[in-house]
């Protein structure tokens, strides 16, 4: 369980089931793929998404990333990461911070990709 609001901070004792178990308190709570956090304000951690983003590019690199055009890595990357990166981003408010975080994640899976091909140019010479 969480809380969202003034009192999101306040400690609550936990809640016994019937059965004799305890429902604790969290900080953290997954719904349908997104994080929601405890806060203030209703908000979302891109934390996970970044993780899972970057999973699928180094999954793709490992794969084809060294043999393969850079325009088909790219589509692969369209296809296959960037569906992880943005799932749920509709239904999350996203502030400034986050927006940068996000900028930051696909600028260095370029700069990746953009690297590959420096050193293609370099290695032909």
């Known amino acids: 369980m969480m ?5 999101f901070n306040v400690h609550c004792s936990c809640i016994t089931t019937r059965n004799g ?7 953290t709570l997954r719904y349908l793929g997104v ?4 806060g203030y304000k209703f908000c979302c951690s891109l934390k996970n998404a ?9 999954s793709i690199f490992g794969k084809v ?3 393969a055009y850079e325009n088909v890595v790219i589509e692969l990357l369209k296809a296959k990461c960037l569906p992880s990166l943005y799932y749920g981003l509709e239904a999350c408010p996203i502030n400034k911070s986050q927006i940068k975080s996000l900028d930051f994640v696909l600028n260095n ?3 990746k990709i953009l690297s590959k ?5 370099y290695i032909m010479s």
């Open 50 to 58: 970044n993780k899972s983003f970057y999973r699928a590019l180094n």
């Open 21 to 27: 178990g305890e429902l604790s308190w969290s900080d």
């Open 3 to 7: 809380m969202i609001g003034p009192r």
């Open 35 to 38: 994080y929601i956090t405890a």
């Open 65 to 67: 990333g060294r043999i």
């Open 117 to 121: 091909i420096l050193c293609r140019i």
């Open 109 to 111: 899976a370029f700069r």
